[in-house]
């Protein structure tokens, strides 16, 4: 059974690493929804179990506000 508590916030030194596989822009910690985003693509990509799945076909689509 999966808890639907969310994780804690990525550790701030694997956030500095990390890209979107994309656009290779850096990434952003979007608690509420648990996900790490990529403004510049548009997409969003979910934390599951507290692994950052950067998979562009795993990520939810979003029309960023300017």
């Known amino acids: 059974m999966s808890s639907a508590a969310p ?3 990525p550790d701030p030194k694997l956030l500095a690493i990390l890209v979107c596989p994309m656009t ?3 990434l952003r910690y ?3 929804a648990n996900e790490l ?3 510049k693509a ?3 990509y979910p934390i599951r179990d ?3 799945i ?3 076909e ?3 689509e979003f029309v960023p506000v300017e």
Do not use: E, Y
Request: net charge neutral; no cysteine; proline share 4%.
């Open 7 to 9: 994780s804690a916030a």
């Open 24 to 26: 290779r822009a850096s």
């Open 30 to 32: 979007d608690a509420a």
């Open 37 to 39: 985003v990529a403004d």
């Open 42 to 44: 548009g997409l969003a």
């Open 50 to 52: 507290g692994v950052p």
């Open 54 to 56: 950067m998979l562009i």
């Open 58 to 60: 795993a990520a939810r």
